[in-house]
């Protein structure tokens, strides 16, 4: 772990190091002053010497100085590191999740990548913070304490063989019992934040549907388990604090009790005994931290896994097998007995055995009840998703041979689930093609008519859109998405019920521009109204993951049962022009 870690620390490496160098050294300085107050009260003040008094107080108040400035720099640098750490790891995990495949998301979902690149990030970032002070500082203290109290006297050093294994059994026994509860702990903070994010997201739908009560005692269930078991853990960890006291005053009272005899007999100076005594304190208190320490790191344990899973997944589609120099040389689009299914463990196909030929510039409609495959076909020819069987040629050559950046470029898809960006509409075009001119945009504008409102924008194409581009209405969403994709001058165009909220007349303008505009442009439109695919070349009629039939209008009307259905069903429904 610590070797997947470092990494992301080595630009660092230098602060860090200092900051340890710091921490170490004020430790050091902090321990040095109790014995320059023993020389204060053995020689000091025994002897009535005020001016070795004033002299050994003035170097102690230097000393205290020096450790005060020592103590801020290390607090400074190891800031700087866990600041520093923590940016480095969301870098990476973010330009890793740039190259997801969809598959990848979908195995992590969203929220989860978003708790991973924030609360998880912000549990090491603390504990390296922490850990470089006290992990640091806690044995240093530790040991030279123990070395410094057995120079005073090895006799009542006899002492910590006592106290020192009472405590760490008792420390081990609680991180036994309580680092089970932490791991716990973060999982239903990772549910939390899942259910905070859904609802978030969705917070239109939750008030449409008046399911804000369903949601605050959904929320209210699992912010209520995150309390029990936060509060189940605390609860062992703060027994750590009486088990501690109990050992410090009894090793204290020890201390005392022997020492006394000590000095009654001789055999210690008094300002010696307090200093031991301070040590002893020293010492218990370190261990301590390293206790609470522990606790902490058994949690960012748990996020490191985390972070580290996020950054060794593999995008499940990349460009291996591509050829950097392939260009996509028209828009023709081939399947040869083509399968997929989603998940590879599952025994059934979500897309089973499909040929299809299609030529360039070819307008072809898909058509098919929801849940026949429709998305998921045409998702395979931008390669979102890979064939599992079969191969899939775009301009004649399997869509593997491209880059995904190049086919991408070349067969624009405009999603089902589509979104605008905060943003003017100018930015949110340009997302498509940042180099395209104001005459690209008009005329892509023109096209999918989105010329007819842009004028009843208040500031034109510079009308910002709001947060996912909440200030238009869905149809005209789905027509500023269409021009995006347009800005791309694709050779492929895939339109996923991309005007299912455009009214039937927009629809129809929009196909007509298609079929003058864009004649080379090979054109996919999948819909659920007949209208909007039968003047196409080819009508794909699909059902349960297979195609059922294809041809175009009239070779359908006479040969599919389901075409015929579900023309007639819109037809009654008044959804078909004349
Ligand atoms: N990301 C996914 N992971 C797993 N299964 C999926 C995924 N997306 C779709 N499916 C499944 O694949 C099948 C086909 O879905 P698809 O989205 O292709 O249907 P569709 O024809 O586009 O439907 P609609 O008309 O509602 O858009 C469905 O049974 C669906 O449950
Ligand atoms: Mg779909």
Known sequence: MIQKLWPYLRPYKKWFILGIICSAAEAVF??????????????????GD????????????????????????????????GQGFGASLRAAEYENIQTFAFSNIERFSTASLITRLTSDVNAMQLTMMMGM?????????????????????????????VAIPVLAVAIGALLFLVSPLFRQMQEKTDSLNLDVQ??????????????????????????????????KANGRVVINMPIMMLVIYGTIIAILWFGGHMVQTGALEVGLLTT?????????????????????????????RRIIEVLDEKPDINDSHCDSTMRVKDGSIRFEHVSFKYDPKSPDWNLEDINLDIKAGQTIGIIGGTGSAKTTLVQLIPRLYEATAGRVLVGGQNV????????????????????????????????????????????ACRIACVDEFIDRMPEGYDTDL?????????????????????????????????????????????????????????????????????????????????????????????????????????????????
């Open 276 to 304: 031991f005594v301070t040590y002893v304190t020293q010492i218990m208190v370190s261990l301590l931290m390293v206790s609470m320490m522990f606790m902490m790191l058994t949690r960012s344990v748990a996020c490191a």
């Open 466 to 578: 709001g947060q996912g581009g909440v200030n238009v209405s869905g149809g005209q969403k789905q027509r500023l998405c269409i021009a995006r994709a347009l800005l791309k001058n694709p050779k492929v165009l895939i339109l996923d019920d991309s005007t299912s909220a455009v009214d039937m007349a927009t629809d129809a303008k929009i196909r007509t521009a298609f079929a003058t505009e864009l004649p080379k442009t090979t054109k996919i439109i999948i819909a659920q109204r007949i209208a909007s695919v039968c003047d196409a070349d080819q009508i794909i009629v699909m059902d349960d993951g297979k195609i059922s039939a294809v041809g175009t209008h009239e070779e359908l009307m006479q040969n599919s049962a389901i075409y015929r259905e579900v023309y007639t069903s819109q037809k009654e429904g008044g959804n078909i022009d004349g």
């Open 50 to 81: 005020a001016s070795y008094t004033m002299r050994m107080g003035a170097l102690m108040v230097v000393m205290a100085v020096i450790s005060l400035l020592i103590g801020v720099s290390s607090a400074y640098l190891s800031a700087r590191t």
């Open 400 to 443: 593997r041979s491209y880059t995904m950046e190049h086919l991408r470029d070349s067969c624009a898809m405009v999603l089902q689930k589509n979104t605008l960006f905060s943003g003017t509409i100018r930015e949110n075009l340009l997302w498509g093609n940042e180099n395209a001119t104001d005459e690209d945009i008009e005329r």
């Open 30 to 47: 902090e321990l040095l002053i109790p014995l320059v107050m023993a020389k204060i009260v053995d020689v000091g003040i025994q002897n």
């Open 198 to 231: 859904e609802n978030l997201t969705a917070i239109r739908v939750v008030k449409a549907f008046v399911r804000e009560d369903y949601e605050k005692s959904k929320f209210d269930r699992n912010n209520q388990d995150l309390r029990d078991i936060a509060e």
């Open 133 to 161: 002070r006290l992990l640091v500082r806690a044995p240093v203290m530790l040991v030279s304490a123990l070395v410094l109290a057995m120079m005073i006297s090895l006799q009542l050093s006899q002492v910590f063989l």
